[in-house]
């Protein structure tokens, strides 16, 4: 996905995973898979996930191990009335037979990448827009990109945007230096979190987490 500079509050905690399908996934994944994932903002800016990938290490047809990899996020500077977020961040940041944070070459580091991404809020009548725009660096030799750049919009109806039952309903269209994606996200009692995402219009992935406060 197209990274952004939006963060959840201070002390938000996900915990959750998600059905990746084979063409989301690098080139070591030619299956469909899934993920589970830990994610904390510990401060206003500053967030750090450890995501599990199930994969067949042995290619004996059953998931037999996870690829894990640490992901941050610091914010640089908080959105202002007339000028954007922005957020530096890498992804799949550690290996243990890699010594370059920035070398594509060698190592484990399947999803590994670095950022810079901004985000503005718009209030358009009764809609709620997010613009996400950010400039991405790859450090994994399993990935490629036809543009570093990628970007989305992100469109919720402020109707919805808070009911008994659920909360942030979001639609969301986004480049992803690849492809052109469409998803949507709905959170449902306060506290779980489910989403869709199609890529290329063709590819079908899906996820749920639950969210909670510890501050």
């Keep these: 996905n197209s990274p952004t ?9 996900k915990i959750g995973g998600n059905f990746l399908n084979t063409n989301i996934t690098p080139d070591k994944w030619d299956y469909n898979t899934f993920n589970f994932f830990l994610n904390i903002t510990f401060f206003s800016f500053f967030e750090a996930a450890i995501n599990n990938t199930a994969f067949d290490l042995h290619d004996r047809g059953k998931f037999d191990n996870v690829d894990r990899s640490i992901s941050v996020r610091l ?6 009335r007339y000028h954007p977020a922005i957020a530096i961040g890498s992804n799949d940041l550690l290996t243990s037979n890699k010594t370059s944070l920035f070398s594509g070459s060698g190592g484990n580091k399947y999803f590994g990448s670095h950022y810079i991404a901004l985000s503005k809020s718009i209030s358009a009548g009764p809609f709620d827009l997010g613009l996400h725009t950010a400039y991405n660096i790859l450090s ?6 036809d543009n570093p750049i990628s970007g989305g919009i992100s469109i919720s109806p402020k109707a ?20 052109i994606n469409l998803g949507s996200s709905m959170m449902v009692f306060r506290h779980l979190y489910f989403q869709i995402f199609i890529q290329d219009f063709k590819y079908i992935c899906f996820g749920a987490h639950a969210q909670f406060n510890i501050f």
């Design 140 to 145: 994994s030799r399993h990935k490629s990109l």
């Design 5 to 13: 500079a939006q963060f959840s509050p201070e002390g938000t905690v």
């Design 75 to 80: 914010r640089a500077l908080k959105e202002g």
């Design 160 to 179: 919805l945007s808070s009911t008994r039952f659920f909360s942030d309903l979001s639609l969301i269209a986004e480049y992803d230096t690849r492809n």
